[in-house]
């Protein structure tokens, strides 16, 4: 198990739970439902949570990744500016959702929670967008099979339809 496959497998929670926390949480306070407003602060929060080793791990695998020969260094490094800002922006949101939990009572509270978490999971969404760019493990070696053409006489790369 490499910081790769460990990134791979962390960073879905953070790009989900934000995302569906706000939908849910924003369909609450037009709905006036308390109960779906608070969904939407306990998976912000738990999304809070989950960034951090979404954000180590990736931190940590960058420089391998950026290091192969078929991924350009400037998308990696445009991933890394935009994770860093979505990782400040959940983990800022983690924290008022966790203030606004203990104070059940502050409506506005909780929607501010909600406008800062619709911020994070927009920042969020766009730096999974520039991170899904970036090609991983066995995709690369289809990617390279794929951009490497044939010669002559030589049989076909798995997988390819001749």
């Known amino acids: 198990m490499n910081w790769e496959y460990l990134h791979l497998v962390t960073h879905p929670f953070a790009i989900v ?3 569906v926390g706000v939908v849910v949480g924003l369909v609450g306070w ?3 439902k308390d109960e779906l407003e608070r969904y939407g602060l306990i998976s912000l929060l738990i999304a809070g949570v989950a960034a951090i080793p979404s954000y180590i791990t990736g931190i940590s ?3 391998d ?3 192969r020969t078929f991924v ?3 998308l990696v490094q445009d991933h890394r500016t935009w994770a860093t800002w979505a990782a400040i922006g959940l983990v800022t949101c983690a924290i008022f959702a966790g203030f606004a939990m203990a104070q059940p009572k502050d409506q506005r509270l909780r929607r501010f929670v909600l406008i800062v978490g619709a911020i994070a999971a927009t920042l969020v969404g766009y730096s999974a967008l520039r991170g ?3 090609v991983h493990g066995e995709d690369a070696q289809a990617a390279q099979a794929a951009a490497a053409p044939a010669m ?3 049989a076909p790369a798995a997988g390819e339809v001749t």
Request: charged share 25%; glycine share 14%; hydrophobic share 45%.
């Open 72 to 74: 350009e260094p400037g």
């Open 17 to 19: 739970l934000p995302i």
């Open 30 to 32: 037009i709905a006036r």
């Open 132 to 134: 899904g760019k970036i």
């Open 152 to 154: 002559p006489g030589e």
């Open 65 to 67: 990744v950026a290091a």
């Open 61 to 63: 695998t960058a420089d």
